[in-house]
Antibody, heavy 119, light 112 residues
Framework: EVQLVESGGGLVQPGRSMKLSCAASGFTFSSFPMAWVRQAPTKGLEWVATISTSGGSTYYRDSVKGRFTISRDNAKSTLYLQMNSLRSEDTATYYC????????????WGQGVMVTVSS | DVVLTQTPPTLSATIGQSVSISCRSSQSLLHSNGNTYLNWLLQRPGQPPQLLIYLVSRLESGVPNRFSGSGSGTDFTLKISGVEAEDLGVYYCVQSTHAPPTFGGGTKLELK
């Protein structure tokens, strides 16, 4: 059974940093691109970043470029999101998702972790 | 970025009723490789989204066949033939033909 378990969220002040982790199991982690998708309170879904299987290619939405870094450790089957210079508009539930290359879609989702940026 | 417009934003239905949700794209979602990367997700209350339909019309494993997807180019439809209580939640279309991937605004299905 595919499982994605996020951790590392919480309350953080504007301008500070936070690192999210996502522990994957139930599939060959190194064979799948992975992504982070977020959802602001009572809002819709918004793609944040994607990383290739090797980690050699990364993609970001414009609003987080230069502030967020997606990375992965295939030996540990873990996905990360380093978030720097956090803003109030980054407040959201962050979901770790697996990307199926054939359908280019997000086929499995974690339960999500809440990040609140506030003073 | 591609804009996906979902209608209606809210849908009230009775159990057993058939309903449809529309997703319109600001650009054609037909990829140069011949595939159309338009998927549908369901987010039940308090839960993460789950994949229902991929490549416009293909049912994800385990999804009941009362769900169906159709469409091409810029116009797509999700149909539920006989709503059941477990179908309540917010439905999202999502495209990944063009970078970056984008989501529709969602359609909330509730009981009448």
């Amino acid at each position: 059974e595919v499982q994605l378990v996020e951790s590392g969220g919480g309350l953080v002040q504007p301008g500070r940093s936070m690192k999210l982790s996502c522990a994957a199991s139930g599939f060959t982690f190194s064979s799948f691109p992975m992504a982070w998708v977020r959802q602001a309170p009572t809002k819709g879904l918004e793609w944040v970043a994607t990383i290739s299987t090797s980690g050699g290619s990364t993609y970001y939405r414009d609003s987080v470029k230069g502030r967020f870094t997606i990375s992965r450790d295939n030996a540990k089957s873990t996905l990360y999101l380093q978030m720097n210079s956090l803003r109030s508009e980054d407040t959201a539930t962050y979901y770790c998702t697996r990307v199926d290359r054939l359908i280019r879609g997000f086929d499995y989702w974690g339960q999500g972790v809440m990040v609140t940026v506030s003073s | 970025d591609v804009v996906l417009t979902q209608t209606p934003p809210t849908l009230s239905a009775t159990i057993g009723q058939s309903v449809s949700i529309s997703c319109r794209s600001s650009q054609s979602l037909l990829h140069s490789n011949g595939n159309t990367y338009l998927n549908w997700l369901l987010q039940r209350p308090g839960q993460p989204p789950q994949l229902l339909i991929y490549l416009v019309s293909r049912l994800e494993s385990g999804v009941p066949n009362r769900f169906s997807g159709s469409g091409s180019g810029t116009d797509f439809t999700l149909k539920i033939s006989g709503v059941e209580a477990e179908d309540l939640g917010v439905y999202y279309c999502v495209q990944s033909t063009h970078a970056p991937p984008t989501f529709g605004g969602g359609t909330k299905l509730e009981l009448k």
